[in-house]
């Protein structure tokens, strides 16, 4: 349902709306830029008052709503996201790196300074955490919306539901209830191609099977995944045990779920 | 109103006169046709999209198509999909509202009117749909959604000559020859070069579409050689299940230890009611648009192993697997009963070879039961 663009009640001051980026690529926030039609109606609905991926403009806080994008990698970003939430009403976490981590998140495995010395050519420039965490390990966060990028649609959903005070639609089941229902015959069983929907958070709209591929789970665990079961019909399968380690430790490495799955 | 008439028997060749007719009486001919490896249930208008010369092979959590050395139409088994996609369609607009002042005023939503021919229905699939009558049309409340749709279907049953891996119907009394609730059901007969149906018809329209058709009245010998491939696959069910006293077994064993074994394996992603003829629970979603002046009810199909399907306040009522698994199974067999008057089960074996991990209804029943 488009709406209209100059929505809003005359008279009623309309929401400010702010844009955050911690680390990340940026991907979640062109989620909201993607949105077309979409979008006007959101620039009509709230007042976009500090976005910076999409102007330079910036309306001073408090906000009534702010989106989280990334995770907590520095020491700078650990005290700038209390900051964030103090100027926040309601703040949602928006993408894999703010709600788990992201792949960033695979230092957490490893010792970073070994990383950073073969990343960057003057290691000693760089100071950052040992660890990448998502933004609720820090911070209370009011919703949390998964996927690496966030799927538009859910975006839209989640800020419509704010500004019209309505719980979102935004179901925690596993990725094959939206598969099932968009008519897509399993790959796993019908073609024995390895996929991580049973264990995956639904809403990306089945982007892999509806071609053939088997899910990535970049939208991260679903609400009781069972790994453990799923891993070994994969190696019943004939997938390799690393392989299947290295499916876990992706954009959601470190979701408990996965963290587990994978050092298991 | 139930009537048989003598069988007789249609040319394969003269097959696509059949759909033909039935798109010439304004039906919209929907059956089975092959995609992403398997074979689906969708809209066809010609029977080069039938899986010619296709079959599958069924395992717990495998689906593989096969190719025959005939050209036969329907000589596979059950595929993902089943019927309830058109009766009881996984998303649906129920309502439309719009804001009016301080008001809310309801828009009309046009009735589906889609008439539909569905071809190659299964015996197990027309006890699937009359198990979804009870449950939509016949109790207390009607569903009008489902029954615009069910009051217009012409229905064309094929009897299975074939058993899958999976299958139990002659466990559950549901099959594998159709009995009741089709218009034409039809036996496909293969012998030598000979290629040829042996349809029945049990309704006004059925015997009406059937006159147009080429036919002769069927032999003694034909008739035995369609009854004796129904027998042949009477006799290859890939599984069983004893239902005698099953209700009963099932109550009794409610802390039986084997309900945590399938937990460890139950991966709660719902594939088994999403695949499951009957399964017909829904949830309902309110949207609204940005400005909040328009809002919409969508149903869509929901499942019994998701949280949110317990959840009232202060929690999920079923958080553990092994109470969602637990929950299903002695529904779909055991409260069922007591609920609509018959299982819940119709032995297609979906549950099991869609199962991504293979959990077996039958193997689950008869641990928890002790093999009783």
Same mark, same amino acid.
């Given at each position: 349902?488009?709406?209209?663009?100059d929505?809003?009640?005359?008279?009623?001051?309309?929401?400010?709306?702010?844009?955050?980026?911690?680390?990340?690529?940026?991907?979640?926030?062109?989620?909201?830029?993607?949105?077309?039609?979409?979008?006007?109606?959101?620039?009509?609905?709230?007042?976009?008052?500090?976005?910076?991926?999409?102007?330079?403009?910036?309306?001073?806080?408090p906000?009534?709503?702010?989106?989280?994008?990334?995770?907590?990698?520095t020491?700078?970003?650990?005290?700038?996201?209390?900051?964030?939430?103090r100027?926040?009403?309601?703040?949602?976490?928006?993408?894999?790196?703010?709600?788990?981590?992201?792949?960033?998140?695979?230092?957490?495995? $490893?010792n970073?300074? @070994?990383?950073?010395s %073969? +990343?960057y050519a003057?290691?000693? /420039?760089?100071?950052?955490? #040992?660890?990448?965490?998502?933004?609720?390990?820090?911070?209370?966060?009011?919703?949390?919306?998964?996927g690496?990028?966030v799927?538009?649609?859910?975006?839209?959903?989640?800020?419509?539901?704010?500004?019209?005070?309505?719980?979102p639609?935004?179901?925690?089941?596993?990725l094959?209830?939206?598969?099932?229902?968009?008519?897509?015959?399993?790959?796993?069983?019908?073609?024995?191609?390895?996929?991580?929907?049973?264990?995956?958070?639904?809403?990306?709209?089945?982007?892999?099977p509806?071609?053939?591929r088997?899910?990535?789970?970049?939208?991260?665990?679903?609400?009781?995944?069972?790994?453990?079961?799923?891993?070994?019909?994969?190696? $019943?399968?004939?997938? @390799?045990?690393?392989? %299947? +380690?290295?499916?876990?430790?992706? /954009?959601?490495?470190?979701? #408990?779920?996965f963290?587990?799955?994978?050092?298991? | 109103?139930?009537?048989?008439?003598?069988?007789?028997?249609?040319?394969?060749?003269?097959?696509?006169?059949?759909?033909?007719?039935?798109?010439?009486?304004?039906?919209l001919?929907?059956?089975?046709?092959?995609r992403?490896?398997?074979?689906?249930?969708?809209?066809?208008?010609?029977?080069?999209q039938?899986?010619?010369?296709?079959?599958?092979?069924?395992?717990?959590?495998?689906?593989?198509?096969?190719?025959?050395?005939?050209?036969?139409?329907?000589?596979?088994?059950v595929?993902?999909?089943?019927?309830k996609?058109?009766?009881f369609?996984?998303?649906?607009?129920?309502?439309?509202?719009?804001?009016?002042?301080?008001?809310?005023?309801f828009?009309?939503?046009?009735?589906?009117?889609?008439?539909y021919?569905?071809?190659?229905?299964?015996?197990?699939?027309?006890?699937?749909?009359?198990?979804q009558d009870?449950?939509?049309?016949?109790?207390?409340?009607?569903?009008?959604?489902?029954?615009n749709?069910?009051?217009?279907?012409?229905?064309?049953?094929?009897n299975c000559?074939?058993?899958?891996?999976?299958?139990?119907c002659?466990?559950?009394?549901?099959?594998?020859?159709?009995?009741?609730?089709y218009?034409?059901?039809?036996?496909?007969?293969?012998?030598?070069?000979?290629?040829?149906?042996v349809?029945?018809?049990?309704?006004?329209?059925?015997?009406?579409?059937?006159?147009?058709?080429?036919?002769?009245?069927?032999?003694?010998?034909?008739?035995k050689?369609?009854?004796?491939?129904?027998?042949q696959?009477?006799?290859?069910?890939?599984?069983?299940?004893?239902?005698?006293?099953?209700?009963t077994?099932?109550?009794?064993?409610?802390e039986?230890?084997?309900?945590?074994?399938?937990?460890?394996?139950?991966?709660?992603?719902?594939?088994?009611?999403?695949?499951?003829?009957?399964?017909?629970?829904?949830?309902?979603?309110?949207?609204?648009?940005?400005?909040?002046?328009?809002?919409?009810?969508?149903?869509?199909?929901?499942s019994?192993?998701?949280?949110?399907?317990?959840?009232?306040?202060?929690g999920?009522?079923?958080?553990?697997?092994?109470?969602?698994?637990?929950?299903?199974?002695?529904?779909?067999?055991?409260?069922?009963?007591?609920?609509?008057?018959?299982?819940?089960c119709?032995?297609c074996?979906?549950?099991?070879?869609?199962?991504?991990?293979?959990?077996?209804?039958?193997e689950?029943v008869?641990?928890?039961?002790?093999?009783?």
């Amino acid at each position: 349902m488009p709406a209209k663009p100059d929505a809003g009640t005359p008279g009623k001051k309309k929401p400010k709306l702010a844009v955050w980026k911690f680390a990340s690529c940026d991907g979640c926030q062109l989620s909201l830029l993607d949105c077309e039609d979409d979008l006007l109606a959101v620039a009509g609905a709230v007042e976009i008052a500090n976005f910076p991926e999409a102007s330079r403009a910036v309306v001073k806080g408090p906000y009534d709503v702010s989106l989280v994008e990334g995770s907590i990698t520095t020491t700078h970003d650990a005290e700038r996201i209390h900051q964030v939430r103090r100027a926040s009403k309601f703040l949602i976490t928006i993408g894999a790196c703010a709600t788990s981590g992201g792949i960033q998140a695979l230092r957490n495995f $490893q010792n970073v300074d @070994d990383y950073v010395s %073969i +990343v960057y050519a003057s290691p000693q /420039y760089i100071s950052t955490l #040992k660890t990448s965490t998502p933004i609720d390990e820090h911070i209370h966060v009011d919703f949390e919306l998964r996927g690496c990028p966030v799927n538009k649609h859910q975006l839209i959903e989640v800020l419509n539901a704010f500004l019209n005070n309505r719980k979102p639609n935004i179901p925690k089941h596993s990725l094959c209830v939206e598969c099932k229902r968009k008519g897509l015959p399993c790959v796993m069983v019908a073609q024995g191609i390895a996929c991580l929907g049973p264990i995956t958070q639904a809403g990306c709209g089945v982007l892999c099977p509806s071609y053939n591929r088997g899910c990535y789970a970049c939208f991260g665990p679903m609400e009781t995944p069972n790994v453990p079961s799923l891993m070994d019909w994969l190696e $019943q399968l004939g997938v @390799d045990k690393a392989d %299947i +380690v290295r499916a876990l430790q992706t /954009y959601n490495v470190n979701a #408990k779920a996965f963290r587990k799955g994978s050092l298991a | 109103m139930k009537r048989e008439d003598p069988p007789v028997i249609l040319d394969s060749k003269h097959l696509g006169l059949l759909l033909e007719s039935l798109k010439k009486s304004g039906y919209l001919t929907v059956g089975p046709t092959v995609r992403d490896g398997a074979i689906v249930i969708d809209e066809i208008d010609k029977v080069t999209q039938l899986p010619v010369g296709l079959t599958d092979t069924q395992e717990g959590g495998t689906y593989r198509l096969q190719s025959r050395k005939d050209a036969a139409f329907f000589a596979y088994n059950v595929g993902p999909h089943s019927w309830k996609k058109f009766l009881f369609p996984p998303e649906q607009r129920l309502w439309t509202l719009k804001k009016n002042g301080t008001k809310f005023q309801f828009v009309d939503i046009a009735d589906n009117t889609t008439r539909y021919a569905f071809i190659g229905v299964r015996a197990c699939e027309l006890q699937a749909m009359s198990i979804q009558d009870r449950v939509f049309q016949n109790g207390h409340f009607q569903d009008s959604h489902y029954m615009n749709v069910r009051k217009n279907i012409f229905v064309v049953a094929v009897n299975c000559t074939q058993a899958g891996g999976t299958c139990f119907c002659t466990s559950m009394g549901t099959g594998p020859e159709a009995d009741t609730g089709y218009d034409l059901a039809l036996t496909e007969v293969i012998t030598g070069s000979l290629h040829y149906f042996v349809v029945r018809s049990q309704s006004r329209n059925g015997a009406k579409v059937l006159e147009a058709l080429p036919h002769k009245p069927a032999t003694a010998a034909q008739l035995k050689t369609a009854n004796e491939m129904i027998a042949q696959a009477e006799h290859e069910m890939g599984r069983s299940l004893k239902t005698h006293n099953l209700k009963t077994l099932l109550y009794e064993n409610y802390e039986h230890p084997h309900w945590e074994a399938v937990a460890s394996r139950c991966l709660t992603c719902a594939n088994c009611t999403m695949v499951c003829p009957t399964c017909f629970c829904s949830t309902v979603e309110d949207v609204t648009d940005l400005t909040g002046e328009n809002a919409e009810r969508w149903r869509k199909w929901d499942s019994c192993f998701s949280q949110e399907f317990s959840y009232v306040h202060g929690g999920s009522v079923r958080v553990s697997a092994k109470s969602r698994y637990r929950q299903w199974l002695t529904h779909k067999l055991g409260t069922w009963v007591e609920q609509f008057g018959t299982s819940g089960c119709v032995g297609c074996g979906r549950c099991i070879t869609w199962c991504p991990v293979g959990i077996d209804i039958t193997e689950e029943v008869r641990r928890v039961t002790n093999g009783k």
